[in-house]
């Protein structure tokens, strides 16, 4: 029977051209995508995004290899999570990371952004029953959770001042456990026009970091035409940890 299957297959794909077919269709895509990205980033034509649409990269990476550094993120901030664990994702965006990379072993992936585009890009394209996306201010709001094992804050950081990213640090250890850890991206400084806060290198970054991460790790890699720096902060500072109540 097995083979009656293989011979049928194999006659099937022979005279409907689906190999072709398939490759045509991954050359339409990714011409696309270049399209769609013209249209967002150099024309503008609805203003300048305030998230990107990581599907480009997904359907042009098989013809531009060097797109392959968008992984870079999802890989780095997967590579301590376990089965079962809860994840905050900041500033999560078109919602692609936390669907790509987390959402297959994290039991509950709360992903949060305050664009009301970005928020309904993600439920259209990244639903999973185990992330729960939430359109939030995550400097004036409270999270949606607490008790974290992880938290990501990929590239956004840049776009708060010292003040604000000093403040959400602080939430984070309060709505982290004990053991929380802090994954992220930060671009060494670009000047680009939305950033209110850039980090000349590594070191700076490393420094704020250390005021509430007693361990701080950071990895600069060249992606391209800029140097990503990326960070893990663990061994949260216990003063800033929030205490029970009293009974």
């Known amino acids: 029977m097995k083979s009656i299957i293989k011979v049928f297959t194999k006659f099937f794909f022979k005279i409907t051209g689906v190999n072709l077919f398939f490759r045509i269709s991954q050359r339409v895509t990714y011409l696309l995508s270049k399209l769609i990205f013209f249209k967002d980033w150099t024309l503008m034509v609805n203003g300048r995004p305030q998230y990107y649409n990581h599907q480009l990269n997904l359907y042009k990476w098989i013809y531009s290899p060097g797109e392959w550094v ?9 590579e301590d999570m376990f ?10 965006g078109d919602g692609s990371y936390s669907f790509l990379f987390f959402s297959d072993i994290a039991g509950v992936v709360d992903a949060v952004d305050i664009d009301r585009n970005a928020i309904g890009h993600a439920i259209k394209y990244y639903s999973s029953p185990n992330i729960n996306y939430c359109r939030i201010d995550i400097i004036n ?6 008790g974290y094992d992880f938290v990501v804050w990929n590239a956004a950081i840049c776009y708060f001042d010292i003040a604000e990213i000093h403040k959400i640090l602080n939430k984070i250890l309060h709505a982290g456990n004990q053991h929380v850890k802090l994954y992220g991206m930060a671009p060494v400084a670009t000047g680009y026009v939305d950033h209110k806060t850039e980090f000349s290198d590594a070191m700076e970054l490393k420094q704020l970091l250390l005021q509430y991460f007693s361990s701080v790790h950071i990895k600069q890699i060249n992606e391209i035409t800029i140097n990503n720096m990326y960070f893990r902060a663990e061994n949260p500072m216990k003063h800033f940890i929030k205490q029970p109540d009293c009974q």
Do not use: M, N, W, Y
């Not at 968008?70 to 997967?78: D, L, P």
């Not at 089965?83 to 999560?92: I, M, N, Q, R």
């Not at 709001?141 to 607490?146: A, K, T, V």
């Open 141 to 146: 709001e409270e999270f949606p959770s607490s």
């Open 83 to 92: 089965s079962g664990c809860k994840v905050l994702d900041l500033c999560c």
């Open 70 to 78: 968008f992984t870079i993120r999802g890989v780095h901030a997967r």
